[in-house]
């Protein structure tokens, strides 16, 4: 019952370059949420974006929301050693049990 | 000094053996889950639970089982009759269903 898949499976980038993950979903959603999980631990919560939003910031992330295309992207600017981790979409679907369902993500290394 | 554990870090476990993972927290959560990550995957939901002494089963429940007798705590047991147990398990709590969630640290379960 998957819903959200990011793209792409794997990032590699240089330290300080722009990072740029997509996720993309079927069907309608509430709210979309960007979680990170560093090797071995728990997920932590990034940022929330509502279905009526089109563009959130928090520090140096920016998420956008296109829900004609159904899909959303996570942008990380100046990256840090301390980003490399992976990335996971998570969507509140317009349905009953209003479960959220997260996507496999994506793992983003970060190049000294 | 608010937040959800999970304990132990580490199970093993024989074949055949019952064994139960903790978690536990103090955010005063309605909602509670059950997360299975197999390496390099997404999250797969096993159960949640939307109030104390109510819970439904999510994607995988097959040979999971799981009690909600107080707020604070949603203890999950895998059975011998799960088949495939070998997992990072994953517990997180959310104000209410579809909620932000926050997640513990995780137990690494390997079945011997």
């Known amino acids: 019952s998957q819903q959200g898949e990011e793209d792409p499976q794997a990032l590699s980038i240089q330290e300080g370059e722009n990072a740029t993950m997509n996720c993309s979903y079927k069907?309608?959603?509430?709210?979309l949420q960007w979680y990170r999980q560093n090797s071995g631990r728990g997920l932590v919560h990034l940022i929330l974006i509502r279905s009526n939003e089109r563009e959130k910031h928090s520090g140096r992330l920016r998420v956008t929301l296109d829900t004609s295309k159904k899909s959303s992207s996570l942008l990380i600017t100046a990256s840090r050693a301390a980003d490399t981790a992976s990335y996971f979409c998570?969507?509140?679907?317009?349905?009953?049990?209003?479960?959220?369902?997260f996507g496999k993500g994506t793992r983003l290394h970060i190049l000294p | 000094d608010g937040g959800i554990t999970q304990s132990p870090k580490y199970l093993f476990r024989k074949e055949g053996q019952n064994v139960t993972l903790s978690c536990e927290q103090n955010?005063?959560?309605?909602?509670m889950y059950w997360y299975r990550q197999d390496p390099g995957q997404g999250l797969r939901l096993i159960y949640y639970?939307?109030?104390?002494?109510?819970?439904q089963k999510g994607d995988i429940a097959e040979g999971y089982s799981v009690s909600r007798e107080k707020k604070e705590s949603f203890p999950l047991t895998v059975t011998s009759a799960q088949k495939n147990p070998t997992a990072f398990y994953l517990c997180?709590?959310?104000?209410?269903?579809?909620?932000?969630?926050?997640f513990g640290p995780g137990t690494r379960l390997t079945v011997l």
């Open positions: 955010l005063n959560h309605d909602a």
């Open positions: 639970s939307q109030i104390v002494n109510d819970f």
């Open positions: 069907t309608s959603i509430n709210n």
């Open positions: 998570a969507t509140d679907a317009v349905r009953r049990d209003d479960k959220i369902i």
């Open positions: 997180a709590s959310s104000i209410r269903q579809a909620d932000t969630q926050y």
